[in-house]
């Protein structure tokens, strides 16, 4: 059964972007994406872009924090490790940590106003350039059992699988390999089990919310049962890596480079990356 948008403007009651204080320059970018891709259209009567302060991983005790339980003693040992040691995409960094705990205090937000669809972006998004026609068809198919839906992401073992199947056009569920938070729905249930999901931490905040799975046959692999995640694809949002990131251990040495290669790949191609 496939939820029906009765008006394509009134799907979000929540908008949020995680932002660090010391970053006005992705502030300034996210809004020029968010005017560029019409979003407001797509708000309920009432609702503006509500700007969140990011945590700021370099300000952390880490060594507090695991003492105090909100990191685990393999996480805390893996966080430890040099960069080079460090597994990309799920070892914790300074950054990630900060990360993990502004995604936390915006679930926490979600679930204390009781949000039915609220909509969470990270300040280094590009919207696909037809996102304002797109999104709100695409929206309309998504199943009514939806927890998480993300707008992109990355497919990190989606080598050497079958290709992913749909379960509507331009939707279909997001795998055991799913990673990124750049821009996702979530309601209060789904935010309130996220919460749950992501302390203590041993890896990233992806890797903690992805980790409840159900076997596809079909697929050959495992798709995010609790909460019940889709994903676009074609993606209508993609990560920059040309704003640098202090949450993975290596950023790309040629970043605009990846960016193209990205857009090309998943807003003209369809295809998901697998970094």
């Known amino acids: 059964m496939l939820r029906a948008c009765r008006c394509w403007r009134t799907i979000f009651d929540a908008c949020y972007v995680l932002n660090l204080d010391r970053r006005p ?36 005790d880490v060594s507090r924090l695991h003492k105090d339980g909100v990191l685990t003693d393999l996480g805390y040992q893996r966080y430890q490790l040099p960069m080079e040691q460090k597994l990309y995409g799920m070892d914790l960094t300074k950054g990630a940590i900060g990360c993990a705990l502004a995604h936390r205090a915006v679930w926490q937000r979600v679930a204390s106003e009781q949000r039915e669809c609220a909509l969470i972006l990270e300040d280094d998004l590009e919207f696909h350039h037809q996102f304002a026609r797109q999104f709100a068809e695409r929206w309309s198919r998504v ?24 379960v509507a056009d331009g939707i279909r569920l997001a795998y055991h390999g ?11 249930a789904s935010a309130q089990r996220c ?11 992806d890797t903690h919310i992805s980790s409840c799975l159900a076997e596809d046959t079909v697929a050959h692999d495992e798709y995010i049962a609790d909460p019940k995640t889709y994903v676009f694809q074609p993606s209508l949002v993609i990560q920059l890596m040309s704003f640098t990131t202090d949450v993975q251990k290596k950023p790309t040495d040629t970043p605009a480079l990846a960016d193209a290669a990205r857009r090309l790949r998943e807003f003209v191609g369809g295809g998901t990356s697998v970094r």
């Open 25 to 60: 320059d992705r502030w300034a970018h996210v809004q020029q994406q968010v005017k560029r891709a019409k979003l407001h259209k797509f708000f309920k009567p009432g609702v503006e872009v509500t700007r969140v302060s990011g945590i700021d991983g370099n300000e952390l």
């Open 195 to 205: 919460l749950e999901l992501s302390l203590p931490m041993t890896w990233q905040v």
């Open 143 to 166: 199943p009514t059992d939806w927890g998480i839906v993300h707008m992109g992401g990355l497919d990190l073992l989606a080598s050497g699988k079958p290709p992913r199947p749909y």
């Open 178 to 188: 799913h990673r990124e938070l750049t821009a996702y729905v979530v309601h209060t």
